[in-house]
């Protein structure tokens, strides 16, 4: 191993990216400033609950399983991956719900309860969704976008697809009644995007749950990152925690290593960073011309909002609760433009709920059950509120909300151990700019080219990994993301 790579930051895109550069033969090292690995996929354990930070639906897992067989070796000595059914159960405040699932006699005959003629239309709608998906996902999904000639070639099979038009439209094209335009639009949400803004390309999604299925590792994601940590260092690599890098060291147009706040120093033939970008940029590379650039124009681009996270453990069983469920509110474009464009904190909101322990019983002591709800919120651009203030109070209103729409309706007594993670701990446990939760916001002329490279266009051998840089946020688009940038690495490092 005469080429040397680090890693900055042990997230879903470092480890992968990691596990790619070890597997080539590239001694590389991850650098993480938390006291444990997974990034966005962090863990808490709290009176005999597991919390996993999210993410939580666990898509596309051969994606995962890839990064074990370029050694020939199989993920399932690291990770069990147990199904999930449904995918989510979607309700709505009317009492009705759909149970969302790959079993298409099942989903058609929900989708029929609500508009027979819409069953035909979702037939349709999934055959768009397989063309965007061959062509976003498996042609375009783990391809570095470095110069603008690449976005060109790509543009006649976008322009086929519409992708200007948003995944709301496309979806409103196909059926009818709003309550299933909201359950076959929502998924832009779990990697940032507004679903009535972000391109019809992301329609992808359904494809890809229905063909691989929706998953959660035993034990959680956490269990999922720390089989990829074992693999990682079962090749040789190394692993550093609780040390976060201060400084990304550049000579003229190089980087040449990094240096942390232990005031530890190492060199390398390549660093690529899996951190937030404008923290990469901004703060890393505040030293270099081309950082204070490149963060000047992040500057102006639009950032996904951010998440209110409130976790909770519950004495009791509720096996009426689906693993995965979407409570939607009473609005939802207008709850979108409040969270997207108004930066105001609404009175009413929809949830995703996440309830492990109905898969995996170990989430949670005997007797009781593990959650957590999520609720999209501005991000501290558009909403600088003291969250220290409103926390609390916003946790109780999820909280009645749940207890209502779930038939808990003692809950508050129920609670065993609960916290909450606002942007503002985004912000500082992550440097995530503005408390983001996605990085940039997933809208078309902020896609691929128009994303940060995978490959910085100044500093040769920086390299980029994670939600930031195409393809995106979301297990699939990081993994694919470490993909595309870990061939760059090892063509250069040859």
């Known amino acids: 191993m005469s080429k040397t790579a680090i890693v900055i930051g042990a997230g879903f895109g470092g480890l992968a990216l990691a596990i790619r550069l070890q597997s080539a033969g590239i001694s590389t090292t991850i650098v993480e400033g938390r006291d444990k690995p997974g990034g966005r996929g962090y863990h808490w354990k709290r009176e005999g609950f597991t919390f996993d930070a999210g993410p939580t639906v666990i898509t596309d897992p051969d994606c995962l399983r890839e990064l074990w067989g370029l050694s020939g070796s199989d993920m399932a000595q690291d990770v069990e991956l147990m199904p999930v059914q449904p995918f989510y159960r979607l309700t709505w405040p009317d009492g009705s719900e759909l149970d969302y699932t790959n079993d298409m006699d099942v989903l058609m005959a929900g989708i029929s309860r609500f508009r027979p003629e819409d069953a035909e239309g979702y037939a349709k709608f999934l055959e768009y969704s397989a063309g965007v998906f061959e062509e976003g996902y498996v042609k375009l999904g783990h391809v570095p976008f470095l110069d603008f000639a690449s976005m060109l070639k790509a543009a006649p099979a976008l322009a086929r697809y519409q992708a200007w038009r948003s995944v709301y439209s496309i979806v ?173 904190l609404p009175e009413d909101f929809s949830l995703y709920l996440h309830h492990p322990s109905a898969t995996d019983p170990g989430m949670a002591p005997p007797g009781h059950a593990s959650f957590y709800a999520l609720a999209p919120v501005a991000h ?82 920086l390299y980029f990994v994670g939600a930031g840089t195409h393809p995106g946020a979301g297990i699939p688009g990081v993994v694919g993301s470490a993909k595309a940038t870990a061939g760059l690495m090892i063509d250069d490092l040859a």
């Open 380 to 461: 501290m651009g558009k909403l600088p509120i003291d969250w220290a203030v409103e926390g609390p109070k916003f946790e109780k209103r999820i909280l009645d909300v749940v207890g209502e729409r779930c038939n808990i309706p003692d809950i508050h007594e129920r609670v065993v151990v609960k916290f909450h993670y606002t942007p503002a701990d985004f912000g500082h446990d992550l440097n995530a700019h503005l408390g983001s939760a996605f990085s940039l916001e997933p809208v078309l002329w902020q896609s691929a080219f128009f994303r940060t490279h995978n490959r910085d266009d100044v500093i040769g051998n």
């Open 172 to 344: 409103s094209s196909y059926v009818k009644d709003e309550r299933l335009r909201q359950a076959f639009s929502f998924h832009t949400l779990l990697v940032g995007g507004d679903p009535t803004k972000t391109s019809s390309i992301y329609a992808l999604i359904h494809k890809l749950e229905k063909d691989g299925g929706v998953w959660f590792a035993r034990g959680g994601t956490n269990a999922l990152i720390a089989g990829m940590v074992r693999h990682f260092e079962r090749l040789g690599g190394t692993l550093r925690l609780d040390d976060p890098v201060t400084e990304i060291v550049t000579n003229g147009d190089r980087a040449t290593g990094v240096v942390t706040r232990s005031g530890w120093r190492a060199d390398a033939d390549a660093v690529a960073t899996n951190a937030d970008i404008m923290h990469s940029y901004r703060d890393l590379l505040s030293g270099n011309a081309r950082g204070k650039k490149a963060a000047k124009s992040l500057a102006r681009k639009r950032f996904s909002p951010s998440l209110f996270v409130a976790h909770f453990g519950l004495k009791g069983d509720f096996p009426h609760i689906a693993h995965h469920s979407i409570l939607f509110g009473p609005r939802y474009q207008g709850l979108l433009a409040d969270i997207y464009d108004n930066g105001v």
